[in-house]
């Protein structure tokens, strides 16, 4: 069975902090996608980032980043000097490769507040 | 460019009447997924479109669910018989194909009073 994992209901940080957002993962494919979504109040989704299970390089964006750990089934998400627009709700997903279908299997979400 | 663009926004029915929900993916996407949001069961996987044809059709949750897409393009979602539990927002996601990335439309919500 695939599942993910956000153990973090909710986190709230002061603006200019630093904080890292969680996602374990379960899957018994050797092949598989991860990815992380941002759902600000305005209800969209925002695709963030798409990682292949074979590319464990983590990589930065501006003020994000994301630490890929094959070994522990992690893939976390941290954001530098928060801003109050960073608050949203943040969800980390799952994709099989094996299977027919493009399915994303989701995380409960993140909700991040972060107050100024 | 246009992105995925849902209708109507929102939608207020009475139990047991029909909706439905129409969805305009990307321009050139041939993967169209649908999934519903809900409080109490979050992001789930309802549908799987490649082209006009549903090869994963797994997360529909009963017989009242159905959807079509025509053309490769447009797909509409309906909902017979419409129950409480129904109520959600709906959201429509497209991708160049399954192995891409999803972006979503910004989700009818449908309330069943």
């Known amino acids: 069975a695939q599942k993910v994992t956000q153990a973090q209901t909710e986190i709230s940080v002061v603006e200019k902090e630093d904080v890292t957002l969680d996602c374990v993962y379960e899957t018994r494919d050797t092949t598989y996608y991860l990815f992380w979504y941002k759902q600000p109040p305005s209800g969209e989704l925002v695709f963030l980032i798409r990682r292949n299970s074979f590319d464990e390089q983590n990589e930065i964006s501006g003020r994000y980043s994301w630490n890929f750990q094959k070994s522990t089934s992690s893939f976390n998400f941290t954001i530098t000097a928060s801003q109050v627009v960073d608050s949203a709700v943040y969800f980390c997903?799952?994709?099989?490769?094996?299977?027919?279908?493009?399915?994303?299997?989701f995380g409960q979400g993140t909700t991040l507040q972060v107050k100024p | 460019g246009a992105g995925v663009s849902q209708s109507p926004s929102n939608k207020v029915t009475e139990k047991g009447k029909d909706v439905e929900l129409r969805c305009d993916p990307i321009?050139?996407?041939?993967?169209l997924y649908w999934y519903r949001q809900s409080l109490g069961q979050g992001l789930e996987f309802l549908i799987y479109f490649q082209g006009n044809s549903a090869p994963d059709k797994s997360g529909l949750p009963s017989d009242r669910f159905s959807a079509e897409r025509t053309g490769g393009s447009v797909s509409t979602l309906t909902i017979q018989r419409t129950q409480q539990e129904d109520s959600a927002v709906y959201l429509c996601?497209?991708?160049?194909?399954?192995?891409?990335?999803?972006?979503f439309g910004p989700g009818t919500r449908l309330t069943v009073t």
């Open positions: 996601a497209s991708s160049l194909s399954n192995s891409y990335e999803q972006y």
């Open positions: 997903a799952l994709r099989s490769f094996s299977s027919n279908t493009g399915k994303l299997i």
């Open positions: 321009s050139g996407h041939t993967a």
